[in-house]
């Protein structure tokens, strides 16, 4: 989902589109699609057409760029004395134009450039990059110079990918593309946890978490310390947020310590897990009911006899020792598995174990089943580099035609992903339907007529009002500062 400095093999990678480093390259005239003319409150059918054919309407009357700048500018949009107003224009934009031609090192001075430049090139997809110590555009002039003189980032949000693909071996909804209101539920999990360790464990406080726009999520941490982390600083975040690490012969790797006592985050996202765990997951994806999945499941129990035990009790169909005709199979199935773990008598040791090494086997046995199959599933390798390019929030996904919008993490289970995602054709049909007036005020607050409106208002209540205000703190505090500092001036 997360695009890096490396375009795939099919794109075409075009920086600045070849001109040199002084030439203006806002201007590239790209073919649009032609808007349709309405009467307000009859909705043009919007169902022939392409996505693509739709941006230019979407970019020019919905996509909140100036949102966007406030937010990409972090208070250096302003006449305050502190704010540095070249802060946003060494900010990388990638464009990915229809054709798969990819456009990087894209920057601009302001929101009203970003907005002319976007309704100009109607990219399919955009992606933000770091900001760097210089205009981007202006890379070439600072080539083979060493040092701080050399072109390199210097500031990044930490950001994190989520992919419902990762989780295929424990989905029994669907594969690949697929998504649900099944498989949603380890999305919303993964939301919770990860946003309880950034900001308990981490002290972060402005994250913003935005829908892929088809079958995953991403995070932006912007907290001024997130922003300036080294790379072996975004690497070890990632690391430590990260439990599972693949499989090895279709068992998951876990990175779960043997001892009695875990990381205080681990017990406190086992906690998190364990309602879900038996209450959605389980009985949503049907993990006990197929031998692929329990086996895959029973290989974290240390006992032999015991995994031998529950797999030739569930290949004879029966339902657990303490369920009923009512029961969900697979959670009567967890229940036996937790019963016959409590009564685990040895390990595969030759020592015999003693009863504190017994209870931590159990207790690692539940945890490691739970973590292979509900944990978070990071793409760490996003997360690890200051320069990785992460779409930018309100794009349109170009196969599903679905809004990026913003995810409230509070409530990140009761978010729909099939039908609860503004669709860019609903949205220029809800404003269609609408009795919108060609007023200055009207014309550039169209969404609130749409169903954006509600991805916007979270947008700004879980995220950007607060994050404006810690701006607006922030350069009070420097201007204190600047203040205090002695000076030679009588």
Request: hydrophobic residues 35%.
């Amino acid at each position: 989902m997360a695009s890096d400095a490396t375009p795939g093999n099919k794109r075409q990678k075009i920086e600045n589109l070849d001109k040199a480093p002084d030439q203006d390259d806002h201007d590239v005239d790209m073919p649009a699609a032609s808007p349709v003319k309405t009467v307000a409150g009859n909705a043009s059918d919007y169902s022939s057409w392409s996505v693509q054919q739709l941006m230019k309407m979407y970019y020019g009357r919905l996509f909140p760029h100036q949102d966007m700048f406030k937010w990409l500018a972090y208070g250096n949009d302003s006449k305050h004395p502190q704010a540095d107003l070249a802060y946003f224009h060494k900010r990388e934009f990638c464009f990915t134009l229809d054709g798969d031609i990819f456009v990087r090192y894209q920057s601009f001075k302001d929101g009203e450039e970003l907005r002319a430049a976007i309704n100009n090139k109607l990219p399919a997809k955009i992606d933000i990059g770091p900001v760097y110590n210089v205009d981007p555009k202006h890379r070439n002039a600072y080539a083979g110079l060493e040092g701080n003189r050399k072109f390199m980032p210097v500031e990044r949000e930490l950001v994190f990918d989520i992919d419902l693909t990762d989780y295929d071996d424990v989905r029994t909804c669907g594969k690949g593309a697929h998504i649900c209101n099944k498989c949603w539920p380890l999305m919303a999990v993964a939301i919770k946890i990860l946003d309880m360790g950034l900001r308990q464990d981490f002290g972060f406080k402005h994250i913003l978490w935005v829908f892929s726009g088809r079958r995953g999520v991403h995070a932006w941490v912007c907290d001024p310390r997130a922003r300036k982390m080294s790379d072996e600083a975004r690497s070890a975040v990632a690391s430590f947020l990260s439990v599972h690490k693949g499989q090895e012969k279709g068992i998951s790797r876990l990175t779960t310590s043997a001892a009695s006592k875990d990381h205080p985050f681990l017990d406190a996202a086992y906690q998190c897990l364990e309602e879900v765990w038996t209450e959605v997951i389980l009985p949503q994806q049907q993990l006990f009911e197929s031998s692929e999945h329990w086996t895959a499941a029973l290989a974290h129990i240390p006992d032999p006899d015991v995994r031998d035990k529950l797999g030739r009790a569930w290949s004879s169909n029966g339902k657990g020792r303490a369920s009923n005709d009512s029961d969900d199979l697979n959670v009567a199935r967890w229940n036996e598995l937790v019963h016959e773990l409590a009564l685990m008598s040895r390990l595969p040791n030759k020592d015999k174990p003693s009863k504190a090494q017994l209870q931590a086997a159990e207790s690692k046995a539940k945890k490691d089943i739970v973590f292979a199959c509900a944990y978070p599933r990071l793409d760490i390798e996003v997360s690890k580099k200051m320069n990785h390019l992460l779409k930018a929030p309100f794009c349109v996904h170009p196969k599903t035609g679905k809004v990026c919008v913003p995810i409230d993490p509070v409530n990140a289970e009761n978010f729909d992903p099939v039908d609860g995602v503004p669709t860019v054709s609903q949205l220029l049909t809800d404003l269609d339907q609408s009795d919108v007036k060609q007023s200055t005020a009207d014309m550039q607050n169209q969404w609130k007529h749409t169903a954006l409106q509600k991805s916007l208002a979270d947008f700004h209540d879980c995220f950007l009002d607060g994050l404006l205000a810690s701006n607006r703190d922030e350069l009070a505090r420097k201007a204190r500062k600047a203040v205090s500092q002695p000076t030679t001036r009588w």
